[in-house]
């Protein structure tokens, strides 16, 4: 063989794709199949990333929609409470103007159905009175205001209430002040 030949040769191999052999043919497909799994499984994440994104777009509102209400119950939610005493402001009204003009049967029997109106307003909206008269004294619901000896009650019972208490729904607003039963000492 020339050096002609030789060249000829290198030439016409540089020229021609090299043959590639069949297992990296297979390779080949392979990498092209892994390359396009590849790419659908981005396309996936970004799908799945902008849903995400969504997602947490519409927690953030309703967690402002949420606060936007809690503010607006902290607002207005005395509104119905302040309907209720509307007439018991009417009614006080009332009282003040005739004042003058009734006597003082007439003022007692107007601030008898104040205290009505009043009561059947708190009674509305949930508030209750605590009269724990002849109950065994509670420090949860009752605050002591003094002892008393009492020969007839049974000690540590409520002898007398001095103030009501008033709870909303089963939870307390004030204890109600009351006097509690002692035993009596002993005679020397």
Known sequence: MTANESGRDRQSAASEPPAVPPETAAELVELERLQQALAESEERARSHREQYLRALAELDNVRKRAQRDIEAANRYGLEKFAAELLPVKDSLEAA??????????????????TLRLLSQALE??????????GEPFDPER??????EESATAEPGSVLRVVQSGYE???RLL??????VAREPAPKA
């Open 174 to 179: 004030r204890p109600a002040r009351v006097i």
């Open 96 to 113: 003040v103007q005739s004042a003058g003009r009734t006597d003082s049967r007439g003022l007692r029997e107007g601030q008898e159905a």
């Open 124 to 133: 509305r909206i949930g508030v209750g009175v605590i009269d724990p008269a």
């Open 142 to 147: 009752h605050e002591a205001v003094m002892a």
């Open 168 to 170: 909303l729904n089963g």
